[in-house]
């Protein structure tokens, strides 16, 4: 038996709406956003604690350090983004605060359209030989139903899949393979601007005609690249299960609890990462013990039977983390020399997991910007030509970014369920896994699901509480979706090929 809930239809039931207001907003949006980025350009130049910044946009051979790119941070991004220039040719240095394995409880999940860039740029191999699963898809759970919806994998090689991992060992196997080139360089040190200061206590300076700045959400640099808009809508409190079996092999396990959504999925053979969201910023004290009544009262109760034995264990041991959910929409300044990339750029809810295929996807599109230019030091040219890429990557990243957004809010959004399965199902996992990253198939789908809620309130005979009821649906789907469409631009989003941007030239050697 498949089913999908209301909540579901929430949030596709407001698109009935969305083709008659998309054509208000791409005008009022794309004048704002092209005066915006007109006022904003401008060069890279940050004060720091000691010194004042030197403008990384224009580097000349007499402070020229023979590097081509800079990269501030090594972790998904920036790893994966040192391989890739570096297999151009690239003179890479790459500056990371901490090269000693992270050990982070997100990060975990790569969606099998993030193992295909992956596979695209060459770094499959980075997922082997660190005990990563395979994932096909994901099980959903509530009121003690389930069911399994498996990702659309028949038309790919039998290697594609989603893989799950600790996201330090993955990380840790990215960094090594960048620096088997000769031409990248990896240092451990703290940035400040240009300058930075080694793990040793040496300050010293670095230029080169790019820096790409992936340092992650918790960037101290991104205010200088962009207009950051952070929120937080909840937290992840995260505990490990050791030697249990998910009731579905390789598939993510998301229960639909109340007042918001638990995960369960492999990071190992033996162990299974559990995270519960809990909204808002603040969570139950862990030092007192609010933390574990919490898990053992409010949330135990909901696990499914299976995992409930050895949840209450993992609490028991008291290994429990947590970590704020940030979201924040792609706002950059057009900034001389410079770039934003990776958390420190966008983020998502990672309920869905896609935060390393818009990574890994704006790599691909960025790494292929690059390869007709042969000489970055024009930085003025450099800049225009690549104001394209935050047109470019939108197709994927807007999909995964507005469906991530969405899907977090309606799974906390109501307790009303409904049956539905088949091709409505395949729909959704299908845009969740970035196999099919197209806005314009978000929209179709959910509006082929809004037509299929509205007969379900309507039949067998309409009635006002009925009628009623879909009108608060389409209050409520508005309220969740045009806000995060309106961030991610509608113009770039739905219409790209109309920005001017996507069709400059290269500049001339």
Do not use: W
């Amino acid at each position: 038996m498949t089913m999908v809930f209301y909540n579901y239809i929430i949030g596709g039931t407001f698109l009935v709406s969305l083709f008659g207001s998309v054509l208000l907003f791409i005008l009022r949006d794309d004048s704002y956003r092209e005066k915006k980025i007109e006022k904003g350009s401008r060069k890279f130049e940050i004060q720091t604690d000691t010194v004042t910044g030197t403008e990384t946009g224009k580097c000349s051979p007499e402070n020229d350090s023979g590097d081509d790119i800079i990269i501030v941070g090594a972790g998904v991004a920036g790893a994966a983004l040192a391989h890739t220039l570096g297999k151009d040719g690239r003179r890479v240095r790459v500056i990371e605060r901490d090269l000693t394995e992270p050990d982070r409880i997100v990060g975990e999940l790569l969606q099998p359209g993030g193992y295909l860039k992956l596979a695209e740029l060459g770094l499959e191999d980075c997922v082997e030989e660190i005990d990563a699963q395979r994932v096909l898809g994901y099980a959903l759970f509530k009121d003690g139903r389930n069911t399994k919806l498996s990702y659309p994998l028949k038309k790919f090689h039998a290697d594609v899949a989603g893989r799950s991992f600790h996201n330090g060992r993955f990380i840790r196997r990215m960094r090594e393979k960048a620096a088997t080139l000769p031409n990248v360089q990896l240092e451990e040190g703290t940035v400040r601007g240009v300058q930075y200061k080694t793990k040793d206590g040496q300050e010293l300076r670095a230029y080169a005609p790019l820096t790409i700045v992936c340092d992650g959400c918790f960037s101290n640099l991104r205010r200088s690249l962009c207009n950051p808009k952070v929120d937080v809508p909840s937290c992840f409190v995260g505990l490990v299960l050791e030697n249990c079996k998910l009731p579905f092999p390789n598939h993510g396990h998301v229960i639909l609890a109340d007042p918001s959504p638990i995960l369960f999925y492999l990071i190992s053979s033996t162990e299974v990462h559990c995270l519960l969201d809990v909204p808002g910023k603040k969570v139950p004290s862990l030092a007192n013990g609010e933390m574990a009544n919490y898990l053992k009262t409010m949330v135990a109760t909901q696990v499914p039977p299976e995992l409930c034995e050895a949840f209450i264990a993992a609490v028991d041991k008291g290994n429990i983390r947590t970590m704020p959910n940030r979201s924040m929409p792609a706002d950059p300044h057009q900034t001389l020399g410079a770039l934003l990339m990776g958390d420190a750029f966008n983020m998502r809810h990672p309920l869905t997991g896609g935060g390393m295929t818009v990574a890994l996807s704006d790599i691909v599109v960025l790494r292929d910007l690059l390869r007709p230019l042969h000489d970055l030091h024009d930085a003025g040219s450099l800049a225009k030509y690549l104001e394209s890429f935050y047109t470019l990557r939108k197709p994927v990243a807007s999909t995964i970014n507005t469906l991530a957004g969405a899907l977090y809010k309606v799974f906390s959004a109501s307790p009303d369920q409904a049956s539905l399965g088949g091709d409505f199902s395949t729909g959704p996992v299908a845009l969740l896994s970035g196999l099919n990253p197209c806005p314009l198939s978000l929209v179709l789908h959910f509006f082929a699901v809004a037509i299929y809620g509205i007969g379900l309130l309507l039949l067998p005979f309409p009635s006002l509480g009925c009628m009623l009821i879909g009108a608060r649906l389409i209050s409520s789907a508005s309220g969740i979706i045009f806000p995060i469409i309106k961030a991610e631009g509608v113009r770039q989003m739905f219409f790209p090929a109309t920005v001017p941007a996507v069709y400059r030239a290269p500049p001339v050697d």
